[in-house]
C-alpha cells in the first residue's frame, strides 16, 4: 500500500510539471537555463508519467498474460522516450 502511494505521487510530480510546461512554457527554476523547448520538455514529462503508470498498473493486470505481452513493453517504451524528449529538449532544434 505505501509502495503504491509513493508510486502513485512520483507520477503526480512528474506529469504536473510537465502539463504547466506544455500549456504554458513555464519551467522549474533550476531548469530554465538547460531547457531550450520547454513544450518538448512538458510533452517528454507527460509521457514518462504515462509510462510509469502503465509499469505500476501491470499488477493489477497479472492474471492476464496478453495485456501483460503488450502493455508491459509499451510502458517502458513510453517511459524511455519521455527521457528521450527531455534530453532532446535541452538542445536547440535542427533545421
Known sequence: MVWTALG???CVLMAV???IA???GWLPPKLRRA???PQLWGYGGLMSAVGLTTEMSLSELAPAQQLLD???PLGLALLLLG???QSRAR???AL
Open 70 to 72: 503488450f502493455f508491459g
Open 8 to 10: 502513485a505521487l512520483a
Open 22 to 24: 506544455l500549456t504554458t
Open 83 to 85: 527521457f528521450v524528449l
Open 35 to 37: 531547457v531550450v523547448r
Open 91 to 93: 538542445r536547440p532544434a
Open 17 to 19: 510539471p510537465g502539463a
